[in-house]
T-cell receptor, first 111, second 118 residues
Framework: DAKTTQPNSMESNEEEPVHLPCNHS???????IHWYRQLPSQGPEYVIH???SNVNNRMASLAIAEDRKSSTLILHRATLRDAAVYYC????????????FGKGTKLSVKP | DAGVIQSPRHEVTEMGQEVTLRCKPI?????LFWYRQTMMRGLELLIY????????DSGMPEDRFSAKMPNASFSTLKIQPSEPRDSAVYFC????????????????FGPGTRLTVL
């Protein structure tokens, strides 16, 4: 399984963009990069995933480095509701999808 | 759909008692996962099922833990006897799984059951 490195915590101001980095230097060519987040007192929820090219959805954008050894989750305008722990999870495309959660990045959003 | 449903939401019990946690996955999902979250160990996978059959239970901590999935709409995680170190939040999740080699589908998590063993 690919190892990931994320900052323990980050702070952002409300309505400003947030860039959450993740290093996954041991990722294999068939691993997708998934991001989940966990709001306080809730179960994790899916945010976004990608393989090689950058991806956008209504929640966030995912920028993947050309060598795929790192990626960045981008929240374009942070809201108070985005305060959560964000997990970067490489996931083999042929796996059954059992997620291995690291420690993640705790994002705080200031009003 | 109501999402993944877990019950009870909170359980307080005494050491040595049997505890049963319940999960109803999203209708039509063919994978079901049980996770445990503690401050010390974070989120860890305990066991997962495919089409009601246990596929990997290597994360189950010891024989005191057992999980069943008698049908596609119900699963239980049982701890007997319970110990204080079992205190944690237990999450159930469900998902589809696409053809091998395609991206595994999103996992949808329930709200969790907070277990306290005194």
């Amino acid at each position: 399984d690919a190892k990931t490195t994320q900052p323990n915590s980050m702070e952002s101001n409300e309505e400003e963009p947030v860039h959450l980095p993740c290093n996954h230097s041991t990722i294999s060519g068939t691993d997708y990069i998934h991001w989940y987040r966990q709001l306080p007192s809730q179960g994790p929820e899916y945010v976004i995933h990608g393989l090689t090219s950058n991806v956008n959805n209504r929640m966030a954008s995912l920028a993947i480095a050309e060598d795929r050894k790192s990626s960045t989750l981008i929240l374009h305008r942070a809201t108070l509701r985005d305060a959560a722990v964000y997990y970067c999870i490489p996931l083999y495309g042929g796996s059954q999808g059992n997620l291995i959660f690291g420690k993640g990045t705790k994002l705080s959003v200031k009003p | 759909d109501a999402g993944v449903i877990q019950s009870p939401r909170h359980e307080v019990t005494e050491m040595g008692q049997e505890v049963t946690l319940r999960c109803k996955p999203i209708s039509g999902h063919d994978y079901l996962f049980w996770y445990r979250q503690t401050m010390m160990r974070g989120l860890e996978l305990l066991i997962y099922f495919n089409n009601n059959v246990p596929i990997d239970d290597s994360g189950m901590p010891e024989d005191r833990f057992s999980a069943k999935m008698p049908n596609a709409s119900f699963s239980t995680l049982k701890i007997q006897p319970s110990e204080p170190r079992d205190s944690a939040v237990y999450f159930c999740a469900s998902s589809f799984f696409l053809v091998a080699g395609v991206v595994p589908d999103t996992q949808y998590f329930g709200p969790g059951t907070r277990l306290t063993v005194l």
